[in-house]
């Protein structure tokens, strides 16, 4: 018997990517995608890679559809999700959100940064961020909960903070980083990130050739790599970059020294990142000298990280490679409903990346 | 008990992508890869995308390393395998040859085209030809003789001819080509046809943002195209062009109408496609009207084809996709592996497209 | 004293070429850029690339922007030039069409294949066709015309025409293809030949890293090709492709030898185009053995061919290369007007290809 | 009578954009182009763009070729310059050196950077440091030795340094920068950045489709960006990125606000931007809310640069976008020949970008 799963808004690349995902899964049955927009046109139709290989039709975001599903992934704009989730838990749905809904702890954070106000902060209370090398606390508990008849919430972590967060966590969490300095985030993102939607960002002829930063101080993930690293409000410079590749996406972490610590060699840095992955099958901390790319974990739910030390400046730089779509946000939504349903966290997982 | 395979010229793409896909098969076990460029080298530290997958190391071409293995998966320059296949046989070593060296059934063509003596043609005599949707009876006597014990050679179809082969081939065998006439095929290669080797035409800055056409009459696959169609020397023309993308190859089949037949519609044509790859589940015949693109294939052993009908010119015109390294090489070496050692011919080889 | 230019439809990708060329045109002035849709915005905050260079505003598409214009370059969809060619021209604005609306010398033509009846045939039938190494008479006795003080009408090539006519004319010409056999054509198109708007199509990660054919025997340009190759209707099969690029245009044309002729030498092919083409200050017939490349002549008004022959099919090969927005458009446009003004016809078009 | 150029190490692609720049220019002539891997080869056999654009062949790196020019532009690795220069400038040419070997005004840092001994510290004493906007007064000062008859050195700036300088100094420069903190670069790279030799890292197939950081804390380019900003050792934190792309350079600079200083509003950091290259025909200083993208300067000798401010954490973040070929290099070296040839500073070089 496998486990019903459903994905909500599956018409968007992450949605895509999660049916590309489950239709291979050992445990999980992919039994309903929908999207109002492609309500009623075949799967095979809008994304031909699909063709052959499943017969599922787009249908309506529509309870019925859902009724009996074990677990929905909802790959859905944020507030889409405030909309579904109560309802979907209590009719003992668990809940794998995508979306950026679930994820600021704090509700004033997020209305804040999202400009709507936070209507279902009692399931907030309770939903488990969903970045299992970082909260495997949260989610086991979860996993316990759910194993124990619970519908659980778990709320997947954003692309960028996913990539800052695995490089930079093992520093900050040994206290190697001077407390309240500023944490400097540059982070390049494939088109993917900039979603389906045809628009002239997205347009191959301005997209391609080309790079530039964007939403400088502003972007809505900002907070919620403040959350996981635990940097006060104003202790982090993000500034995101679109390049032009498909998948992918590189975070490149500067974090001043602690004044007290001693400076560190390359090879200590690079085995606190290798330590602290030791027993992490889906992230690579690779040796001194070897900086990740995005090419080695495209089309995967993998990571790599890296680290080089800045004598001269006292600096800490940590690098963090992912494809958004994968570790960023499908991949990571299937490993953390892997752990959820007691399966192993790999499951369904295990392709290495295409990329050459 | 898994089926021991290694790969010989596993530092090139193709070596590579065998690599990737053998480390996940569920029936075989990958115990060596070759390489004397590379020996002694981790796969890991040459492909970083291996890094935590896998503690290969390159060896040597040596017989030592082969000498255990039920299946040799030579990934070589032609000649390379002229000189090392008949040995593995010899010592009971199932080879799938990716070069050409065991293609062309009439050793007077492979030394016109290939400017070197054919020296094993007993062999080439038994040689089965991998392309299992156009030559199933070969593969499947070869793997009623390895089932009885016997060594055996599979040359696996190369790229253009794989991509162009499985598009045309449907309607040449139903005679609605006519007899005599040129058959003219032009085709798109990613770069990672033209090799791992960095030199000018590889070079990111020459490659990107330009498409060529080379070899033109020239090309190495032209008799493997002619053979695998049944089409007589100067029934063919075929324009091979690089375009700026890692993986996929499509190719466009222009094939005059017979002159006694009667002017086909498109759905005609489409079912005629769709008919003959029935039972193919790697080959996805599209329904009229829809046209494959190679995205839609990128990564996997799948491929699609399509057809289109020129009235006014009473031409056909069939178009296949494929990626270059999957089914036009890794991917399909190991469809043709998992056919002689009597396994599904999908196993291993049932992910899709990564491009959305 | 400059002379006055307008461009009307200065939104899309080839107006924006046409705005780029003319700014920098020593005899033009560029006086106004229409576009409804972007009327009142700068062209410096539509495209960035100008910010600095000019101070132009878009206007809406009107009489009294046009009125004192010596010459207007209509940039904009087929049928649209229709409804305001004739009244420029009543109004002494000379027109430099890049639309379809007056390239087809047979309205029935335009008719069967733009579904539109043609309501401007007096027009058409003076309007001269712009693709100046095979059209030089007629524009020469628009020139004329024009110093006599006419307003005239310049119908430019389309891309697909410029690259396919240029490589193949001069064999078509010398009577070295077979009367009445069939010329087939494929040709590949980077992707802002899929025009400005967003759509699924132009969206950078569907274009990009894949491949595909597109209106497989129905694209407009067909009765384009055939009417300046002289050729009959069914003796063109045309089969266009998009490649992940911007700019460039690759046409591979493959005539059968007349049955007549002695087979040619690759050498007299290549003769025959540098002959052709020897007064041709922006078109370079290659050396035999030397085939064009796409970034050869990336964002210039230039044209590369190059030939090669199938001795066994006996079939001549010719290959063109361009820049769909240069030489298949506003290049190509700003050429015959400097023709059509008595100026040199390369004034304003000399920069050399920026592709590396 | 033009003045007589030559270009040493025509060959790569620096030395490829200053022919094709020197090629077309109204007042240099360029009679020499010189390269020991290709002399005796023809320009439009190694570079097919400048087919039928100009004639010269290859020569060695010879006296006697160099012997007559009135200014040499030396497109060399470090060392070469400093073989070379001494010679020319005894000669009486005039040298434009894009190389490093004389940026760095004290040879101790060079020593240290290049681990190399600096042979040649006379003239680096009198070079003068090529960035036009930035060391204006050094240019004029060597344009007047010039004009007096002297042979002068111009030591052009390098690609990361344009762009990051470009983009930061005219904060720094008004104090607003606080004085002892450190200042951190991350900057993304075009590939042509990685030069023309076909090596792994600028294959097709690993470049494309991923990004990586490299020489992260060791570019040579951090004590030359340190140099002209006017940092002491360890205040600069540089990280640069290769993204695939042929051309373009972004570099993004986080610097802290002065403690002492008023917040800025994002109006005021743009207006300083936007006076300081107030009579900067090469410099477009972006307004309020308004970032650089590379696009809109590729292929030209412009620069685009623009800013934002991070309130909470009191970081200014400076952006700025060149062609690394163009304002990183040839484009910068022909602006910095003008000028020491009394000429305008943009003759040649008004090309506008060509990427849409």
Known sequence: MKIKAGIVGAAGFAGAELTRLLLRHPSFELCAITSDALAGRALAEVYPAFAGASDLVFSKHDKSVLADLDVAFLAVPHTASLAMTPELIAAGTTVVDLSADYRLKDPAIYEKWYKVAHTSTDLLAKAA????????????????????????????????????????????????????????????????????????????????????????????????????????????????????????????????????????????????????????????????????????????????????????????????????????????????????FGLDQTEGLTSLAVGV
């Open 129 to 340: 961020f969903g970045l299992p090398e970082l909260t495997g606390d949260e989610l086991a508990s979860a996993a316990a909960r759910r194993a124990a008849g619970e519908a659980v919430l778990v709320a997947c972590a954003g692309c960028y903070p996913t990539a800052t967060s695995l490089a930079a966590a093992p520093f900050l969490r040994a206290g190697l980083v001077e407390e309240g300095a500023t944490v400097i985030v540059d982070a390049l993102s494939g088109i993917t990130g900039a979603g389906k939607k045809a628009t002239e960002r997205t347009h191959f002829c301005f997209a391609n050739e080309s790079v530039e930063a964007y939403g400088v101080g502003t972007h809505r993930h900002t907070p919620e790599i403040s959350q996981i690293l635990g940097l006060a409000p104003g202790r982090l410079v993000f500034t995101p970059h679109l390049v032009p590749m498909n998948r992918g996406l590189l975070s490149t972490v500067k974090m001043p020294l602690a004044k007290g610590a001693d400076a560190p060699d390359p090879e200590e840095l690079a085995a606190i990142q290798q330590r602290f992955y030791a027993n992490s099958p889906l992230v690579e901390a690779l040796p001194a000298g070897k900086l990740p790319k995005t090419a080695s974990v495209a089309g995967t739910a993998r990571a790599q990280v890296g680290v080089a030390y800045h004598a001269e400046a006292r600096m800490i730089i940590a690098i963090g490679a992912i494809d958004n779509l994968g570790k960023g946000a499908a991949g990571q939504a299937v490993q953390c409903a892997n752990i959820i």
